[in-house]
């Protein structure tokens, strides 16, 4: 048995637990173990190397991916399929472990639906794929945002000022919910919930007429204005799978806060320092346990499928299911988080 294993889309910590996870896993099996470099476009451009054990060791802390990865979509171009399905012949693949979010795990669900054998890893550090509770990287990623509130804090009150803290975020508010409730942010701003700039000055104003004279705002980089009905972002570009580049909306929102309230604000953009360093605990443990799974599901030939977390039990759901749609907060979580706000 020979298995090919990939990551695709945005790194996240995680990646490399769960990579040597399936190494460990196939060569205690007696499986070969293929690692195909640079997502998707390494089996387009056939760049792989082998792994093993002795590659897999070390690894388990490190953040981002030892494979390399990229937002390459076979599906993008005519012949793209034809490569990647004629390569991982080539190469001589019995099947193939993606590791992504819902972009990579399409292109996995796509190549399953023409004969090649796929199994999903879910990794996602915006958490918003349906089929499953939690996806690794999210949790490291909101600590990531906690810290920076926290350090955050004390220069805001220093300086009396109001710090507007852009996170990532698309369709999805998880990262803004959970690491602004974590971190005491005083209003949260997410893609679920539209919201006006009137409103948003209204709280930071009664901050003030309480003596709090300094406010830490958490946006979503995919939150939505109410009154222009749309994302705010500075770039058109596109990647390849037709999503935008966000990013802006925390220095506009800063702008706004300046000119209705008065109150100075300075706008953070906390960006790939969300995707880096090490893992935390709980993503380590989480991306071994799918890499495990994912390994048991290619002995059973059980393909098609992706792992996933559901309560605290790892089980397996088709890859349509697992890509079919956005999973966005629960909004009992971001109730939760406004009885902190101003």
Same mark, same amino acid.
């Given at each position: ?211 709090? &004279? ?5 946006? $979503?980089?995919?939150?939505?204005? *109410?009154?222009? !009905?749309? /994302?705010?972002? #500075? +770039? ?43 893992? &935390? ?5 989480? $991306?071994?346990?799918?890499?495990? *799974?994912?390994? !048991?599901? /290619?002995?059973? #030939? +059980? ?40």
């Amino acid at each position: 048995m020979k298995i090919g294993i990939l990551t695709g889309g945005g790194d996240c910590p995680g990646l490399n637990p769960a990579i040597r996870a399936v190494v460990k896993k196939s060569v205690k099996s007696g499986y070969e173990v293929i690692g195909i470099r640079d997502g998707w476009k390494g089996l387009i451009e056939l760049n792989y190397k082998n792994l093993s054990s002795e590659t897999a060791s070390g690894i388990l802390h490190l953040g981002g991916t030892i494979l390399g990865t990229s937002r390459t979509n076979p599906f993008a171009t005519a012949d793209g399929p034809q490569k990647v399905i004629e390569n991982i012949h080539r190469i001589g693949l019995d099947a193939l472990v993606a590791i992504g979010g819902d972009d990579t795990l399409g292109v996995a669900y796509k190549l399953y639906g023409k004969g090649v054998n796929t199994i999903g890893i879910p990794k996602t550090i915006d958490n918003d794929l349906s089929a499953t509770d939690f996806t690794f990287g999210f949790d490291s990623a909101v600590n990531i945002v906690m810290n920076a509130l926290d350090n955050l804090h004390s220069t805001a009150e220093s300086h009396h000022r109001v710090l507007v803290v852009e996170v990532m975020g698309r369709h999805a508010g998880w990262i803004a919910t959970y690491g602004g409730l974590a971190g005491g942010a005083d209003y949260i701003l997410v893609p679920e919930k539209p919201f006006t700039i009137d409103e948003v000055c209204s709280s930071i104003k009664r901050r003030h007429s309480v003596g709090k &004279t300094f406010s830490i705002i958490v946006v $979503a980089e995919g939150a939505v204005l *109410a009154e222009a !009905e749309k /994302i705010i972002t #500075k +770039d058109i570009r596109k990647d390849a799978f037709g999503h935008a580049m966000l990013g802006g909306i925390g220095k506009f929102l800063c702008e706004e806060i300046e000119k209705k309230t008065g109150y100075e604000c300075r706008d953070v953009v906390l960006g790939h320092l969300q995707r880096g360093g090490s893992p &935390t605990a709980f993503d380590r443990i989480l $991306a071994t346990r799918y890499g495990i *799974a994912a390994v !048991e599901l /290619i002995q059973k #030939k +059980d393909f098609g499928k992706m792992v996933a977390l559901r309560g605290n039990q790892i089980v397996a759901v088709s890859l349509e299911e697992g890509i079919k749609r956005s999973k966005t907060i629960d909004m009992d979580i971001y109730e939760i988080a406004s009885t902190f706000f101003g």
